[in-house]
């Protein structure tokens, strides 16, 4: 144990003795750890951002839309068309699905179109436009759709109310606004309520009546960024939504089960009876909440990963940097070597006495790394960087832990060699050298 603490001690005599070199030896440790814990914590952030986002969609939720997908270009006037599936489902798709005979797990159906994204693929339909209202103007994602889309997606209205079944019987110019679209155009949410806005959707010109405003629902913040009316009454003035045989299309489906553990069970009938309404053809997709959120989370582990190893090159480069130095340090400190070996030494003390070196280093590299790095990701923490997409960062012990393991390992790894070669040295010949 007194040798250890030797050792020790001349390991920190070293150090302080070349403050330069031990700075420059420990840089590429610090770069290395600190690159690994914040861009960790940009792939955690970003898969708890995709778990917040599906989870928020409601509870016991299943998502039916069209199975393929085609592009279609914006049109003018301020407002925009974005990722266009193809429309093979329709109303009397949904009609369907209420039949409680024959699916009594199912608790309510909701048909919409536009919308911020559910699926994990992001290529919903994105209907973008110009909202104008009070003076102000802003931009508004279109969610046409019916009186069950506020009790499915879990919304809470923080002022005025929900639009109804008799909005979508009489196709009404009733609107309800998302709470930054709100907040953009009016002074309060309760102030929006009574109001008229105007929309500008390509060739479409509507004014619309502001009957309630949703509470912020947070998150990506495209749910705050939606204003929503009757599926009726954005049909009548888009020719695209009309199937040729008279049913209204629709871009999703959305059902709630009452009993979670019946979800896989409801996604099977559902599909099924489906089938039969499309004539023996699947040109649709079901999945549950699980199922995308299964999807969403394996991409984001890949990206962590993959994050992680990229920035572990800068570890192992480190790790070469150290190996480069203390080679370098073995022949400034041969006489010295062979000095110790003169005195008593043996070839195990001069191998520790690298090592402890190596792995100080390393150490205290790891130690300075972690804090870059968590500091690094606490400013990165809600930054856009001009992307226009809000990074999203999470520093979990377990990226701690392993950043901070495999810098030891690197330093173990890239000091034993020149800690070996100290050792071999032959006393008699260290001693010749100058």
Request: net charge positive; no cysteine.
């Amino acid at each position: 144990m007194m040798i250890f603490f030797d050792t020790l001690r001349m390991a920190i005599f070293e150090f302080t003795s070349n403050k330069l070199r031990t700075g420059l030896t420990m840089l590429g440790i610090v770069i290395g750890v600190g690159a690994v814990i914040a861009l960790m914590a940009a792939g955690q952030g970003a898969q708890a951002g995709v778990t917040s986002k599906v989870r928020g969609l409601g509870s016991n939720l299943i998502f039916i839309q069209p199975a393929t997908t085609s592009s279609s270009g914006g049109g003018g006037g301020g407002g925009g068309l974005r990722n266009l599936r193809s429309l093979t489902l329709t109303t009397a798709d949904a009609a369907t699905l209420r039949d409680k005979t024959q699916f009594p797990a199912i608790s309510s159906v909701v048909s919409q179109f536009g919308g911020s994204d559910t699926s994990a693929d992001t290529t919903q339909t994105t209907l973008q436009t110009q909202v104008i209202g009070n003076g102000n103007n802003t931009t508004a994602i279109i969610t046409a759709t019916e009186p069950d889309f506020a009790v499915v997606r879990g919304y809470v209205l923080s002022s005025g109310a929900f639009i109804t079944q008799d909005d979508l019987d009489r196709k009404s110019n009733n609107v309800v606004l998302g709470a930054k679209v709100a907040s953009d155009l009016f002074s309060t949410p309760a102030a929006a309520v009574g109001q008229d806005v105007r929309i500008n959707f390509g060739p479409i010109n509507l004014t619309l009546t502001v009957i309630g405003v949703m509470a912020p629902r947070g998150g990506n913040g495209a749910d705050d960024t939606q204003m929503i009316m009757p599926l009726t009454t954005f049909a009548t003035r888009v020719p695209f939504i009309r199937s040729t045989n008279g049913k209204q299309n629709v871009q999703e489906i959305t059902v709630k089960v009452a009993d979670a553990s019946k979800l896989n069970q409801a996604k099977l009938a559902i599909t099924n009876a489906l089938i039969t309404n499309h004539n023996g053809t699947q040109d649709f997709a079901v999945s549950t909440q699980n199922d995308l959120l299964a999807t969403a989370n394996q991409v984001s582990r890949t990206l962590t990963i993959l994050l992680g190893a990229i920035a572990g090159i800068s570890l192992v480069v480190g790790g070469i940097g150290i190996m480069n130095i203390m080679l370098v340090s073995v022949i400034e400190r041969t006489r010295e070597i062979g000095i110790r070996k003169a005195v008593g030494a043996n070839s195990r003390m001069i191998l520790m006495q690298f090592v402890v070196e190596a792995v100080i280093v390393t150490v205290a590299g790891g130690a300075v790394g972690v804090m870059v790095g968590v500091a690094a990701a606490k400013l990165a923490n809600g930054q856009d960087f001009g992307t226009g997409s809000v990074v999203n960062t999470q520093v979990t012990a377990t990226s701690i832990i392993v950043a901070s393991s495999v810098s030891v390992l690197i330093g173990l790894f890239f000091g034993i060699y020149p800690a070996y070669q100290a050792s071999r040295l032959d006393p008699i010949e260290a001693l010749r050298k100058d």
